[in-house]
């Protein structure tokens, strides 16, 4: 299958498909990354330590270094949780996604701006790619490969042509609003810190936010619940909070997948990756960790793929990664069905935060993506704590 025009294409150009073309490229292979350059991608832009190590992002894109978050109950209890030594990255989407397709490029991905359309095997098992073509003047053009990696986003274009479990996705609507952000500090907004609200009426089953950006701040919230308006919910927040009189910069909503597919490849030469594939923590709604190692796992799969022919190796990612995360992702899914449910058990939850230990876990967990083994009694402490308040709480109710 020498004779193809290209090894890999990479369906979508966002931090997970960035990444894999990257390290394709890297290793030699004939990659397209195909991006089809539509829109920022709406984000609140957090991200963990460990991936600004990990993935080498220069400190020059972070635009704001969160030193707490503060949790806010239904009673408007407010929890503050200091991140400690360390803290949390953000980033501009229309200048991060970019630059990682830019460090692509200089690895030896060709970047060509396109919207995918379609995509069918021949009889010789030669995969083809229909795409319009920005620089063609939206021309139709197609391509053959070898094989391709859909990241391409939550309700991906390459799942749903080539992935049947992929219709059952779940996801949460998240909504938000870009604001000038107010020149000083003050009670309600600080711009090292983000605030995350568990209020029932601003979202009925998962949480609103106000996360800082250096000159601008994201306001917003997420819901997978029918019918809930969420502009409505951002203009209370907005109003709560006295931002409502900042100047709004962008308004724009994305689905937030809540469960990883339970099949990423279609057994043949296709694998997804990154929201596409569903990787993203339940409860928090981080993404762009695990998008980017999802891509690098499915970049080491497809290189294994090519090299042997064997198209059961594809499996491999998804087993790798649900290893790596799959606890974690069905822990934080059980914390969203625990507590996110009504306002009682919202603020048990945010009153739960002050605790020392679980503040400790929780910052462990997030900035390093793993729990440090001799802290053990700390986890069983928490594990415990938190089955006490479950009963306390079931007991009350
Ligand atoms: C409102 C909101 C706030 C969020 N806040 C955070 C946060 O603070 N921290 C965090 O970690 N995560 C956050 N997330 C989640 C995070 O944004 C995603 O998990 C992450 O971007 C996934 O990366 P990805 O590369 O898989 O997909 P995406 O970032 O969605 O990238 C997909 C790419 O594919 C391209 N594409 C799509 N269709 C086509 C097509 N047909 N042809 C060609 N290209 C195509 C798109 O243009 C895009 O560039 C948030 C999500 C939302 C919606």
């Not at 391409?152 to 870009?178: F, M, T």
């Not at 891509?295 to 090519?306: P, R, S, Y």
């Not at 939850?349 to 900035?367: I, N």
Request: aromatic share 8%; glycine share 8%.
């Amino acid at each position: 299958m020498s004779n193809t025009d290209y090894d890999v294409v990479v369906i979508g150009g966002g931090p997970s498909g960035a990444s894999a073309a990257e390290q394709l490229a890297k290793q030699n292979y004939r990659v397209l990354l195909l991006e089809r350059a539509f829109r920022i991608k709406p984000c609140g832009g957090a991200i963990p330590p460990c991936l600004i190590d990990e993935f080498e992002i220069p400190e020059d894109l972070l635009v704001a270094r969160i030193r707490s978050a503060r949790m806010i109950s239904p009673t408007e209890k407010k929890v503050d949780m200091p991140v400690g030594e360390t803290f949390v990255g953000m980033v501009d989407r229309d200048v991060f996604d970019p630059w990682l397709r830019e460090r692509a490029v200089t690895a030896g991905a060709e970047l060509r701006i396109g919207a995918f359309k379609a995509l069918h095997y021949d009889d010789d098992g030669v995969l083809h790619i229909d795409f319009q073509s920005k620089e063609a003047g939206l021309e139709s053009v197609s391509v053959t490969t070898r094989s391709v990696i859909g990241a391409d986003g939550a309700r991906s274009n390459v799942a749903r042509q080539a992935i049947p479990c992929s219709k059952n996705a779940r996801w949460v609507l998240a909504y938000h609003e870009i604001v000038e952000a107010p020149a000083a500090n003050d009670e309600l907004y600080d711009g090292d810190r983000c605030d995350v609200w568990y209020q029932g009426d601003l979202s009925p089953d998962f949480y609103a936010w106000v996360f800082p950006h250096g000159r601008h701040a994201s306001i917003g919230v997420g819901s997978e619940t029918d019918g809930f308006s969420a502009r409505n919910s951002v203009a209370t927040l907005r109003a709560k909070t006295g931002l409502d009189t900042c100047q709004t910069v962008r308004r724009e909503g994305a689905p937030i997948p809540m469960k990883p597919l339970k099949r990423w490849d279609d057994g043949k030469g296709v694998l997804l990756s990154g929201d596409a594939a569903g990787v993203v923590a339940p409860a928090s709604g981080e993404g762009i960790y695990y998008a980017m190692l999802c891509g690098k796992i499915a970049a080491q799969t497809m290189d294994e793929f090519l090299q042997v022919g064997d198209a059961r190796i594809l499996g491999d990612a998804r087993r790798q990664f649900m290893k790596l995360h799959g606890k974690t992702f069905w822990a934080l899914g059980l914390l969203q069905r625990i507590w996110y449910r009504s306002d009682k058990r919202r603020e048990k939850f945010v009153s739960m935060c002050q605790d020392k230990d679980v503040q400790e876990l929780t910052w462990q967990a997030y900035t390093q993506k793993q729990l440090v083994k001799r802290r053990k009694t700390a986890h069983l402490r928490v594990a415990l704590k938190d089955i006490g308040n479950l009963i306390g709480l079931t007991r009350a109710s």
